[in-house]
């Protein structure tokens, strides 16, 4: 019954490695989203799409991008992980833009060494 | 809401009490507020939403309120339970970005 899912729940990478998080959905929303969420705080949106239409959040490090091959996947790129992006990278959906509520996948706990 | 990165603010009630949360919102425009609840180790979950027409709505155990005059909302959880133990974000529409939470505990 699980409607967004993101995989993997844990992932390790070495610095600089580069490290795809991925994320899938059964709901057919329009939009995805990439939080990420450091200890304590609240998650702060790296970017969405709205349908094939991609929005980078003007504070969102270049090392960090985002693909959208289909309704269904979303990815997120890390080209090379610095330790100040260990964090939990949250996905989710919503049905549009605006006045509708976002539903979260459980996340993506991510670690580097 | 913007989130600052702080430490979370925290409320810490007994079991069976009411429980408030509040949240401050910065742009006026905003017309759509939503509140999650997340608990240790997963994603945020919906909770409830209100629209600016309105001032006041009420779920099961749950009502939110909001002050359009001074930008502020709040989540009210009657009958507080220890499930109910979690952090709490407020969001607006306008954005799609978090307020700080608040980590609410509850003691049996």
């Known amino acids: 019954d699980a409607m967004v899912i993101q995989n993997p729940r844990y992932q390790v990478t070495q610095f600089g490695k580069p490290v795809t998080l991925s994320c899938s959905q059964t709901?057919?929303?329009?939009?995805m989203y990439w939080y990420q969420q450091k200890s304590s705080q609240a998650p702060k949106l790296l970017f969405h799409?709205?349908?094939?239409?991609?929005?980078n959040e003007a504070d969102t490090p270049d090392n960090f991008q985002s693909r959208r091959p289909n309704t269904s996947f979303c990815f997120l790129d890390i080209r090379s992980p610095g330790l100040g992006d260990a964090a939990m990278y949250l996905c989710?959906?919503?049905?549009?833009?605006?006045?509708?509520?976002?539903?979260f996948g459980p996340g993506t706990r991510l670690t580097v060494t | 809401g913007e989130s600052v990165g702080l430490h979370l603010p925290t409320l810490s009630v007994q079991e069976g009490d009411n429980s408030i949360i509040n949240c401050a919102y910065s742009?006026?425009?905003?017309?759509?507020f939503i509140w999650y609840k997340q608990e240790s180790g997963k994603g945020p979950q919906f909770i409830i939403d209100?629209?600016?027409?309105?001032d006041k709505r009420q779920g099961q155990r749950v009502t939110v309120l909001l002050n359009k005059t001074v930008k502020h909302l709040s989540l009210q959880i009657a009958a507080t339970q220890p499930g109910d133990s979690a952090v709490y974000f407020c969001?607006?529409?306008?954005?799609?970005?978090f307020g700080a939470g608040t980590r609410l505990t509850v003691k049996p």
């Open positions: 989710a959906t919503s049905r549009g833009k605006g006045n509708y509520e976002q539903y």
């Open positions: 209100i629209r600016s027409n309105m």
């Open positions: 799409y709205y349908d094939k239409d991609f929005n």
């Open positions: 709901l057919n929303h329009n939009v």
């Open positions: 742009n006026s425009a905003s017309d759509y």
């Open positions: 969001a607006e529409n306008n954005d799609m970005r």
